[in-house]
């Protein structure tokens, strides 16, 4: 089974600090992986997706993410906070093999000015 | 292209009566997802359809749930009854058929349900 933790429910971080959220996948074969970010009554918006390309991944709104196989890990960083970063983040995974996908439980990033 | 449809938004009901969302799926996505989302949690799949066949509904509480796809295009999912630990957003969700080189969920603004 696949699956996908996300360490730390909240997150705050100052105006213009580096942002950093973690995520972590279980699977037998390297999978998909995604981050989605939720604003408040809307629904998820894909923000980046790992597809055995490169492993370093570019996404909208100035936002990255690095497969690391060896640590079975897809953080996201951005380098410098937004005040509309403010948000809630989803990594989720897909098997490379199919198309179902599994959300974490999300992280609730707060930018403080 | 549009985007993924649902309806209503918002929803109030009683626990015990029933209720329906329904979602249009982007134009030629053959895979159909409804998820469940409630408060401070990550979106938990309750049944994929592949055109007009579940793929996947091990999660979806059958004794009060129910979700058809009837002509492989929109899909309405289905309450009766509710109850009280069903007040969530309903987020459907839309994929083309895996393969095509197009991999992530495309999600409508999701149904708030309450339960009161």
């Known amino acids: 089974a696949q699956s996908v933790t996300q360490l730390g429910s909240h997150v705050s971080v100052s105006e213009g600090a580096l942002v950093l959220l973690r995520c972590n996948y279980s699977?037998?074969?390297?999978?998909?992986l995604f981050w989605y970010v939720q604003y408040p009554n809307q629904g998820l918006q894909l923000l980046l997706k790992?597809?055995?390309?490169?492993?370093l991944v570019k996404g909208i709104n100035g936002f990255e993410a690095e497969f690391k196989k060896s640590e079975t890990s897809f953080h996201l960083t951005k380098p410098s906070a937004h005040m509309s970063d403010a948000a809630e983040y989803f990594c989720?995974?897909?098997?490379?093999?199919?198309?179902?996908?599994?959300f974490g439980t999300g992280t609730s990033l707060t930018v403080i000015p | 292209e549009a985007g993924v449809a649902q309806s209503p938004r918002y929803k109030i009901i009683e626990k015990r009566q029933s209720v329906a969302f329904w979602c249009n799926p982007i134009s030629g996505h053959a895979t159909l997802y409804w998820y469940q989302q409630i408060l401070g949690q990550g979106p938990k799949l309750l049944i994929q359809?592949?055109?007009?066949?579940?793929v996947d509904d091990s999660q979806l509480p059958k004794d009060r749930f129910s979700a058809e796809r009837l002509k492989g295009v929109d899909s309405t999912l289905k309450i009766q009854p509710a109850k009280l630990e069903d007040s969530a957003v309903y987020l459907c969700?839309?994929?083309?058929?895996w393969g095509t080189g197009h991999t992530e969920a495309f999600f409508g603004q999701g149904t708030r349900l309450t339960v009161v």
């Open positions: 359809f592949q055109n007009n066949g579940v």
């Open positions: 790992y597809t055995s390309a490169a492993t």
């Open positions: 969700a839309s994929s083309p058929t």
């Open positions: 699977s037998s074969v390297p999978p998909y």
């Open positions: 989720a995974v897909s098997p490379s093999n199919g198309n179902q996908f599994y």
